[in-house]
């Protein structure tokens, strides 16, 4: 009972902050959507948080969402894969998710459409762009970015709803500030270009440590886990990894 009363408060606090860094930004306050990442916790949290008024969580590995689907698909609540996918995985995936925030290159592309037109369907993306520029994140590129934008864009079996980045790991606002920035930046430039349709608004952008940053740099979804869940054995890093 202690930590379902804890895990209501933490996520009444985190939507607190998402209002109060929109309110701050001249945003409305309903402008941004809360993802739970929900990576190594358990489907029994996951529905305490649900209860509480979430409805949108984002898992890291297949495996995961293997396992937490008999109790979590009764709630209906909104499934999103935001981890680095295998194509040998793309199959499975599928199952479980409304969107694939991670699409990061183009044999992906490729291998999720041929999938999707062998079941007769389409499923909403995200384009991921490592804007930090870090060798130990994925994500195309910035520079690439609009290349694969273009190219996912031809297949009627993938829904571009936006852009993801996981952003520079770091304490200093204003160090981070960049990687969502050039996310916003390149999101506009796509759009300017006729690349991107004019619903593709999503940014996908921020966590835990750093969600205020990225509402006042124009996140429309904050990924957010330790926040409400508490910390986990291993740091953030250690989930964004194959």
């Not at 209860?51 to 909104?78: C, F, P, S, W, Y």
């Not at 291998?111 to 993306?125: F, N, P």
């Not at 384009?127 to 609009?146: R, W, Y």
């Not at 986990?232 to 990894?241: E, F, I, M, V």
Request: proline share 2%; charged share 25%.
């Amino acid at each position: 009972m202690q930590l379902m009363n804890v895990i209501k408060d933490n996520l009444a606090f985190v939507q607190q902050r998402i209002a109060s860094a929109c309110q701050k930004a001249g945003r409305e306050t309903d402008a941004v959507k809360l993802l739970l990442a929900t990576k190594t916790v358990s489907a029994e949290n996951i529905k305490v948080a649900l209860a509480a008024g979430a409805n949108l969580i984002g898992e890291n590995k297949v495996q995961e969402l293997k396992e937490k689907d008999a109790e979590l698909r009764e709630t209906g609540v909104d499934r999103h894969f935001i981890g680095h996918l295998q194509t040998n995985k793309i199959k499975d995936v599928l199952k479980y998710v409304s969107c694939i925030q991670s699409v990061d290159r183009l044999d992906l592309v490729q291998k999720l459409d041929a999938r999707l037109q062998s079941e007769g369907r389409s499923v909403d993306i995200m384009i991921q762009i490592n804007t930090s520029f870090e060798a130990s994140k994925f994500g195309i590129h910035p520079d690439e970015a609009l290349t694969l934008l273009e190219a996912a864009a031809r297949y009627d079996t993938l829904n571009i709803k936006g852009l993801m980045t996981i952003g520079l790991f770091d304490a200093d606002p204003e160090r981070i500030r960049p990687s969502f920035r050039l996310l916003r930046q390149i999101s506009q430039h796509a759009m300017d270009a006729g690349i991107l349709p004019a619903d593709a608004r999503e940014l996908c952008m921020g966590m835990s440590g750093d969600l205020e940053t990225a509402i006042s740099e124009g996140a429309t979804m904050v990924r957010v886990g330790t926040a409400v869940f508490g910390k986990r054995l291993y740091p953030d890093s250690y989930y964004w990894k194959e």
